[in-house]
């Protein structure tokens, strides 16, 4: 099963794209790391909290 | 001196790398801490098995062999954190690392030091689980489930234990938000949620699933530390605790994390049974919705790992029922890959063997887990050989089957080279027979009463047994040939070109073979990405 060839390969990628995309990445990082985190420590605390009552 | 245009050719190339140690130790680039993931998976899933042949060993015959009991319940926890946390997962990582920039049309992850942070904490923490062996009384040994209050009697090791689970967990997090920001953002533009191949689908929704239970299992792991070390006593019964809710914590953890074990293998197969049927996938959206589905459904049926210690009628019922119905996505999956197959052109490499293996017995798991999620049922099967023929069906036959098909499947794509396909069909037949060997009369065992986690056994039980350690020693010694085959395919072979399978599709096989340092420097164009579309 051949691929059919002929279109470009690539396309182009300029500076402006290349920040946005690094805006965007650290925003979604920060996020998910905060829900993760809140998780993490969030349901230790929340055991730990529970059982000391 | 070097002339300054020579150097900015040389950096212009996309290709530089840096070399020695270095380039691993602090290896920002995908393929290289790929590379780490699947070299530490297959490392674990060795010492894990020789821990599983010493198991092995020991049941060959009634009465004690070799070891003491105290020992073989070491052999048996620390076989189950390896393989599930050191061998298993790691492997899926590493396959996600390699794969996933370049299916999406990425240069890298997204978050390429958390990526190198991310694989260089579990070198750690299974030093630490390891070395626990030979720490004042020995290796932690009340199960991989970690149930108090016999875990809670482990000597020296119990906080080691603790913290490599901590490590374990965190990593894994780290490496799940990594997964997600690369899918999130990382595509190429045209490069829409719904032309995604199913494997990076089946990674989203598992880094998900890692993000929401890890800290459960981090949560439970904490307070099985208080209560050992700081007077807690939250499942000890003496102080108004409770031992069940450890089990209700660590299986509301325990359930998702088996279909973190699976789902990425689901996305593999959605992969390679398109490649060699010659055929697009049957019903993509399906297995996307199916996917989520079963990971949705895998938050509410953790209590079927514990019907017998006792519920409410109302609870059992429930989650009985909710058990069944994971059969309904599963079966769409199993029907959508038969149809893949169904009038196709089919050729059988060996990564087509193992997908094919995949199929027939993964669902002789997953019939057996129906069985098991009977209730009245569930209390004759509990805790017998039954439940350990289900799981290993579904692991070994399951995820493991699916890691060596992904690996013969995209190992020309990495390494330049085909492999021996003569020593990898001898290596699909000689683990699929004994595979069976090994578990199947385990099945047999279980249902004739044979308990788990026992280093001695009525002698009515003898021949399966036998049988069975057999089939484990084949299958380990089948194993070797994996390695074998991989490290003479990486030093020579016949060159594979880009697209090394001729039926494949999709972005990696748009690369050349092996894919430079740098992927996608710049992204793929639209029409490239229609053409290896997964539909």
Redesign the interface.
Known sequence: ?A??SG???????GPADEAE?RR??RR??IL??V??AA??F???A???LR??K | MAEPHAHAAAHDDHDHKPHGWRRWVFATNHKDIGTMYLVLSCTMFFIGGIAAECIRLELFRPGLQFFDPQFFNSLTTMHGLIMIFGAIMPAFVGLANWMVPMQVGAPDM??PR?NNFSFWILPFAFTLLIGSFFVPGGAPAGGWTMYPPLILQTGAAFPMLIFSVHLM??SS?LG??NV??TI???RA?GMTLLRMPLFVWSWLITAYLL??V???L???V??LL?DHFFG?T?FTAAGGGDPVMFQH?FWFFGHPEVYIMILPAFGIISEIIPTFS?KPLFGYEAMVYAVASIAFLSFIVWAHHMFTVGMPLAAQLFFMLSTMLIAIPTGVKVFNWTATMWKGSLSFEPPMLFALAFLFLFSIGGFSGLMLAMVPADYQYQDTYFVFAHFHYVLVTGALFSIIAAVYYWLPKWTGHMYDMKLGTWHFWLSAIFVNVLFFPQHFLGLAGMPRRIPDYAVQFTDWNMVSSIGAFGFGLSQLLFPYLIIKCIRAGRAAGN?AW??A?GLE??LPSPPPFHS?T???????IA??AAH
């Open positions: 099963m691929a059919p279109a470009p390969v690539t396309v182009a990628h995309r965007r990445v979604t990082a998910f790391a829900i993760a998780f993490y969030g349901f230790i929340l055991v730990l059982g000391a | 997204a978050l958390l967990g965190m997090i799940a938000i997600i920001v999130m953002n990382m533009p993000i929401a890890m800290p459960v981090a949560g439970a904490t307070m208080t807690t939250f914590i010659r697209r001729e039926g599709h096989w748009e996608w710049t992204p793929p164009s639209d029409a490239v053409r290896g």
